[in-house]
């Protein structure tokens, strides 16, 4: 079983919207005994929130469904118990690699290294505070980010 954490800031948009996708296509794929995700936030700000409104509404047009999803911090634990830990963006990867045990540093990435589309940024962009096509952006990054993870990962596996 290879189990992957996605992280963002406070896990209401971002890294909740790559655990929805990536829980439907890993469960379309029939990949669901051997990868497991999750996410979590850097900060705790928003701990046992469902994610935004937004994020849920726009994640339900596209057929993803967020509602039982719960923001949580990213705890100490969470290096050892995940084979792969992918930031949103590189704030995250630092914030991520100053409370990682050395030993577990390797388990660090960039979520977006797995898209192999070349049609965007390293980073995904937090759309907490824009307007609805923030929300359609990170949905896009997010479904050729985790097409790209989940095809890398199903080779290993």
Not at 46 to 72: F, I, K, M, V, W
């Amino acid at each position: 079983m290879t189990r992957i954490l996605f992280v963002c800031s406070g896990n209401i948009c971002r890294s909740p919207t790559a655990e929805g996708v990536a829980r439907h296509f890993i469960e379309a794929g029939g990949l669901g005994g051997r990868i497991e995700v999750d996410s979590a936030g850097t900060q705790g700000y928003h701990a046992g929130e469902a994610p935004d409104p937004r994020t849920q509404r726009a994640a339900r047009g596209r057929g993803y469904d967020l509602s039982g999803l719960r923001a949580r911090k990213l705890e100490v634990h969470d290096f050892q118990d995940f084979d792969l830990l992918l930031a949103m963006d590189r704030g995250h990867l630092e914030a991520m690699r100053r409370l990682c045990p050395p030993v577990y540093q390797s388990r660090l990435g960039m979520f977006m290294q797995f898209d192999r589309s070349g049609q965007f940024d390293d980073e995904v962009p937090d759309p907490y505070y824009g307007g609805p096509r923030g929300f359609d952006l990170v949905l896009d990054m997010c479904e050729h980010g985790v097409r790209g993870l989940l095809e890398t990962v199903s080779v290993r596996v």
